[in-house]
C-alpha cells in the first residue's frame, strides 16, 4: 500500500531492491503532445505539463525534449524552453554532435 503528500510523491517500501520506493504517479509531471519527432541524431518532442501540484512552482507548461543517440552506450536528452532562451553553461571538452544516431544501441528509451 502507499502513501501520497499532497505534492504527489507516493511512498511504497517494496521486497524488490531494484524498485524505487518512492515515485510519482503517472498523472504527475508532462506529456507528450504530438507523438515523436525523428530527427538524424535521435528524436525530438513537444512535452506538456499537466496539471498536478508542482514541486518547485514557475513550471514551464511547454518545453521541449532533445534526444540524440550519440553512441552504443551514450544517450544525451537535453529539456528546454522552446520560447525563451536560457544561459547554458559551456563546456570546453563537449563539443557539439551531428549525428547521425548510433545503431546496435545497448539501452533503450521509452517516451
Do not use: M
Not at 517494496?14 to 524505487?20: A, G, L, M
Request: a positive charge; charged letters at 20%; glycine letters at 6%.
Amino acid at each position: 500500500q502507499s502513501l501520497c503528500t499532497l505534492r504527489g510523491c507516493c511512498w511504497s517500501p517494496q521486497s524488490d531492491t531494484n524498485v524505487p520506493w518512492c515515485f510519482f504517479s503517472s498523472n504527475h509531471g508532462y506529456k507528450v503532445d504530438g507523438g515523436l519527432r525523428t530527427t538524424q541524431e535521435g528524436f525530438q518532442a513537444t512535452l506538456t505539463r499537466l496539471s498536478s501540484p508542482s514541486l518547485f512552482k514557475n513550471d514551464i507548461n511547454t518545453v521541449l525534449l532533445t534526444a540524440q543517440y550519440q553512441t552504443q552506450n551514450r544517450f544525451r536528452f537535453k529539456i528546454t524552453d522552446p520560447k525563451t532562451q536560457r544561459f547554458e553553461v559551456p563546456h570546453e571538452h563537449v563539443g557539439p554532435f551531428s549525428g547521425p544516431a548510433a545503431s546496435n544501441l545497448k539501452y533503450k528509451v521509452d517516451v
